[in-house]
């Protein structure tokens, strides 16, 4: 029987069992369809079948790994149902270079799906936790040393997650690769524009840009976008929201700024309304950073680095440097 590893950690007030699912009934699949739809709440989508998925389990017959995050039931010890699943995380083996098949162990590598917390549990990181944990698994248990994935270029807490503390490396930007695709985290007039992103998780990795110095570089640096602010009040909700214009496609300086809005979900769900010019925020942006990012990326610019700072307002930005 293989042996895998699992892991509890207290995370201030709570207990969080992190595991690998194992289980032969095809019922215990369900509360990770149930765990994403509670995230995304976009029934249009939705996983596979419970069958399927045990199938798919690499346990079983497939290639996939399925991880769960377990909150400590209230009178102690770890329930592994539903009501109990904070987080989780889903994906499977796949082939780099298609010509070249399964012939080698080099050419496998790990397409990263579905990461997902429980929205009142956000705020005890378990993201990055559970990216972790993947990483102790892909290694130790299928011995596969790189992960791809896809996230929304404009979401700044997966940008920092994934660029600045996990060191990703961007590979393309596709332009709306999934469609019209709707629910809490994203909204169907937004094209679903995506990274492309690939880690190597045997390599050691230290921001390019050390901390003291992010200040430094985000005002010595050109922005490619011109950045306003406007105070909104919808029947959502109130913030001073930014607003993007004025791209600039002529710059040649050694780095340059993508900035990109503080909390993108919060401005998909305050502009979800009828007024044109307020609706049209999110998708100005979308389309403006879409044209940056492919244009200085024909040009040589890569994604480095993705920096944040707060002055008299928060500021986030990934950071390109152009190959010489």
């Known amino acids: 029987m293989l042996k895998l590893p699992e ?56 290639s996939s790994l399925f991880l769960g995050v377990f909150e400590e039931a209230e009178d102690g010890g770890f329930i592994l149902d539903g009501q109990h699943l904070v987080g989780f995380s889903y994906g499977f083996v796949g082939l780099k270079d298609k010509s070249l098949g399964f012939d080698r162990p080099s050419n496998l590598w790990f397409y990263s799906q579905f990461l997902g917390v429980r929205p009142d549990r956000l705020n005890y990181g378990l993201g990055i936790l559970i990216k972790e944990f993947q990483r102790e698994i892909l290694l130790e248990v299928l011995h596969i040393e790189t992960v791809v994935c896809t996230y929304d270029p404009l979401t700044a807490v997966n940008a920092y997650r994934n660029v600045r503390h996990f060191g990703m490396k961007v590979l393309e930007y596709r332009v709306a690769p999934y469609g019209e695709y709707g629910g809490r985290l994203n909204r169907q007039d937004v094209p679903s524009d995506r990274f492309f ?37 919808t029947e959502k909700g109130r913030a001073d929201l930014e607003v993007a214009s004025g791209p600039m496609l002529d710059l040649e300086a050694e780095y340059l700024l993508v900035p990109v809005p503080v ?13 044109p010019e307020i609706r049209r925020i999110p998708v100005n942006w979308r389309f403006l950073t879409r044209e940056i990012f492919l244009h200085y990326f024909e040009r040589g610019y890569r994604v480095v680095d993705f920096l944040k700072a707060e002055a008299d307002r928060k500021r986030c930005c990934y950071l390109l440097k152009r190959n010489l």
């Open 7 to 62: 892991k509890v950690l207290k995370i201030r007030d709570k207990k969080f069992l992190f595991r690998v699912e194992d289980s032969h009934r095809a019922a215990d699949y369900k509360k990770y369809e149930d765990l994403r739809q509670a995230v995304w709440q976009f029934a249009e989508d939705h996983m596979a079948g419970t069958r399927n998925l045990l199938c798919e389990n690499f346990l079983h017959e497939g």
């Open 197 to 233: 992103m690939s880690w190597n998780l045997k390599e050691s990795f230290c921001p390019p840009v050390p901390e003291p110095e992010v200040v430094s570089y985000i005002e010595r640096w050109p922005w490619t976008l011109r950045v306003d602010y406007r105070w909104l009040e």
């Open 263 to 275: 909390d993108f979900y919060l401005m998909l769900n305050l502009t979800d309304v009828e007024e």
